[in-house]
């Protein structure tokens, strides 16, 4: 079975710092991995996804993650973090059979 | 044009009620899924409906039950509701990809669920 492993339910950085948030999956076949953006009182948007090409993926608002097999990871991160980047973030697998799995998700706290 | 949509955004009901949740999508998908979202943010997905058929059906209360009218559309209805039941729904859709995999999924607003 598939799990998404989110490693720190609750971070914070500075402004203008580097944003780095933790994602490990288990998986036998590389599975399609997504990040997730949750801003408060809405709904999920997508900041990027891998689906077997480049394995350094950019997605919006200045994020990028790269997928490392050999670490089974998928991690976010950004140059210099926003106030606008406070948000709950998850990280998730797509796998055969139409599984969807997300982890737990991440508090990202931004500090002026 | 909002792609996933859900109505009611907030319901607050008693104890014991019925009530039910609407979602479309009009970006030609043809999955869909609901999603509870609990007060700690943890995302559980409840229900996947692949072109009107259910495929995934999670341990949850069979007091829930959804229903896919077409594949645009996919209802939730819940009876007898209960204080543990208040929550946040989320309804998304995606597309079945041709490698076998879920693509990315989309979701609505939410429905912000109070059982008093």
């Known amino acids: 079975a598939q799990s998404v492993t989110q490693l720190g339910s609750h971070v914070s950085v500075s402004e203008g710092a580097l944003v780095l948030l933790r994602c490990n999956y288990s998986s036998s076949v590389p599975p399609y991995l997504f990040w997730y953006v949750q801003y408060p009182n809405q709904g999920l948007q997508l900041l990027l996804k891998?689906?077997?090409?480049?394995?350094l993926v950019k997605g919006i608002n200045g994020f990028e993650a790269e997928f490392k097999k050999s670490e089974t990871s998928f991690h976010l991160t950004k140059p210099s973090a926003h106030m606008s980047d406070a948000a709950e973030y998850f990280c998730a697998v797509s796998e055969a059979g139409n599984q969807f799995y997300f982890g737990t998700g991440t508090s990202l706290t931004v500090i002026p | 044009d909002t792609a996933v949509s859900q109505t009611p955004k907030y319901l607050v009901t008693q104890m014991g009620n019925d009530k039910s949740i609407k979602c479309e999508q009009n970006l030609g998908h043809d999955t869909m899924y609901w999603y509870k979202q609990d007060s700690k943010k943890f995302l559980k997905i409840m229900f996947s409906?692949?072109?009107?058929?259910?495929?995934i059906n999670e341990t949850v209360p069979n007091r829930f039950s959804p229903k896919s009218p077409d594949k645009a559309h996919l209802n939730l209805h819940i009876n007898s509701l209960e204080l543990g039941d208040s929550a946040v729904y989320f309804c998304?859709?995606?597309?079945?990809?041709?490698?076998?995999?879920?693509?990315?999924?989309?979701f609505g607003p939410g429905t912000r669920l109070t059982v008093l």
């Open positions: 891998y689906t077997s090409a480049a394995t």
């Open positions: 409906y692949n072109n009107k058929e259910l495929i």
């Open positions: 998304a859709s995606s597309q079945f990809g041709a490698s076998g995999r879920a693509d990315t999924q989309y």
